[in-house]
């Protein structure tokens, strides 16, 4: 099993430029889970899913867009991006509401 | 929502001595994680822990829920233990195992 897969791992965008962040897992899990790590900070939860076709905000979800159309997929778009969304982002997911949470490796965004 | 504190902020520590970190949080809970992020920024689930006692190699975590807090033990410290030790909780009353993570102790492991 791959586990958590993200792409791309670094990316640069300019201001007010849009862009799709991919997560794939293979674990057959139920819940996915977008985090945005800042520097120097603890992660915080952007939108999650608890199934195909079901999302919901997190914490910090304005600048961004979620969907579920898969059980294995659930990308994370940014629409007009902002310097303010220079972050990591960490995709997880896992197999209950209750149970371990797995990550995957991240993707550095920059925007300039 | 949750709050999860974590101290110290900072530690030193001088290759093979042990240490304890501390994960306090507001509310019951039903996943308590600890994380160890690498000089690379990469992830790595050490415990997944809401209740009990678990060890593995040089690393042991205990959570007492009835009391709201985790530590992490780490014995023999070594330069490859350095980085960013988190502590992450999902609140019983949230739902969705929404993990809110506390700001993270840093390790600084000295050869």
């Known amino acids: 099993n791959a586990g958590v897969t993200q792409t791309p791992k670094f990316r640069i965008l300019k201001i007010g430029q849009s862009m799709t962040l991919q997560c794939t897992q293979d674990m057959n899990h139920n819940y996915m889970y977008w985090y945005r790590q800042d520097p120097g900070m603890g992660l915080k939860l952007i939108y999650y899913?608890?199934?195909?076709?079901?999302?919901d905000k997190g914490e910090v979800p304005n600048g961004y867009n979620v969907s579920r159309s898969t059980t294995e997929d659930f990308p994370l778009r940014l629409e007009l991006a902002a310097p303010s969304q220079t972050s990591v982002y960490f995709c997880?997911?896992?197999?209950?509401?209750?149970?371990?949470?797995?990550f995957g490796p991240g993707t550095r965004l920059t925007v300039l | 929502g949750i709050q999860v504190e974590q101290s110290p902020p900072d530690l030193i520590l001088q290759e093979g001595a042990n240490s304890t970190l501390r994960c306090n949080f507001s509310?019951?809970?039903?996943?308590l994680q600890w994380f160890h992020q690498n000089p690379w920024g990469q992830l790595i689930n050490l415990f997944y822990?809401?209740?009990g006692t678990k060890q593995n190699g040089r690393l042991s975590a205990t959570t007492v829920a009835t009391e709201r807090y985790s530590l992490l033990y780490i014995s023999s410290s070594q330069t490859t233990d350095s980085g960013v030790y988190f502590c992450a909780v999902a609140a019983i009353k949230a739902a969705g195992n929404k993990l809110t993570f506390g700001g993270g102790t840093r390790v600084l492991v000295k050869p």
């Open positions: 899913s608890v199934g195909a076709g079901i999302t």
């Open positions: 509310d019951s809970v039903n996943n």
């Open positions: 997880a997911s896992s197999s209950t509401g209750w149970g371990e949470q797995f």
């Open positions: 822990i809401p209740s």
